[in-house]
């Protein structure tokens, strides 16, 4: 199931706040302030270029607003940590003023321009969070990528009217730029992420129970992050680390929650380390001499939603020899209406959806109006 197609496909523009830009980072060189929600490819467009450091590096007081992770993470990546210190790190539900440069409005934008943000927790990968903005403009959020269970929306303190009056409910949120990467039927429900890493984990257990030579080898999409998640749980419940390529290795090594279930001997049971051969049908590690001993398991979510396969009852599904885990870093479709449901927004525009999925389809599943991301080049001219 193809997201998005580019003519759709959002291009980092808050229709509310036009002089910002989020998690896009091409043509941003009359942009105030940049936000990344977390280090994905699709949310990265850009971030890598020239003229981004360009940019950061002749504009005073321009910023690329992240989590501490997000920011640790590119660090010590080595395309990325030339912009060290042009990310500015949001502490995790603490609502933030930003006051933007006022001198640098030639693009017609009001000359003093500020706001509040708010990053909070989208439980999708290490460092992942959702952007709420609050301004004269109104209150917009950002989802990012999310996985969040059904009734947990509530629960954030940087949704509610009063934290310390719950009862006086939920803020009103104008406009929500929504993660519906699962906004179709095929994707209604998901097992939850502690299902599917319960099940990975005896899998993994009664393998590496055979013998010392047994090993498990985790298949995951390129050089993503998303599975730390599960490495830490197998860690916890089997003390067992696993083994990641050197690139993983440094940045894991510096996040705290991350580092101690990870490990640079290849002599463990567990590894993770075959970066970029995810396509491939076969795997093959160095560190594996007997490939007959070796358990490949696929974290994967599209494959289990295509035709003929219930996702409900079949967490792990064997295809020839390779053990597909449904293991979503998403929300199903009953995730993400249950948060449209809890927040109620005047608007939604989603930010990746299936490619045939309609605009028609979305405000049906979700009962709200559905507009479409506008394009950056369009918006410009409109401004
Ligand atoms: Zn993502
Ligand atoms: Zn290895």
Known sequence: MPVNSDSQSFQGVIDEIPYISVDYFLYVQSSLALFLSHCHADHMKGLDSHELYQTVKTKPGLFIYCSAITKKI???????????????VLELNQTVKIDLPSDDCSDGHPSKISFCVTSIPSGHCPGSVMFLYEGIFGTVLYTGDFRIAKGD????????????RPEYGLKTIDHIYLDCTF???????????????????A??????AKSPEHKVLFTLAGRGFGAEFLFVEVYRKLNVQVHTSDFKHKIYSNLPDIKNAISRQPTTSIHACSEGRASSKT?????????????????????HLMDGKNVDSRVVVDEGGIQRVLFSMHSSLEEIQDMAQTLKPRKVTPIAKPDPVTTETIAQLLDCKVKMPTSRF????DD
């Open 183 to 201: 906004c179709t039927d095929a994707a209604r429900t998901f097992p939850s992420r502690q299902t599917s890493v319960e099940k990975t984990i």
């Open 153 to 164: 929306s509530k629960k954030f303190q940087a949704f509610m009217s009063n934290p310390s």
């Open 74 to 88: 590119l660090s010590d990546w080595p395309i990325y940590c030339k912009l060290s210190p042009y990310l500015k």
């Open 203 to 208: 899998l993994v257990n009664s393998w590496i």
């Open 378 to 381: 369009r918006s410009r001219h």
């Open 283 to 303: 795997h093959s590690s160095p560190c594996f001499k007997d490939s007959n001993k070796v358990l490949t398991i696929r974290l994967s979510t599209q494959w």
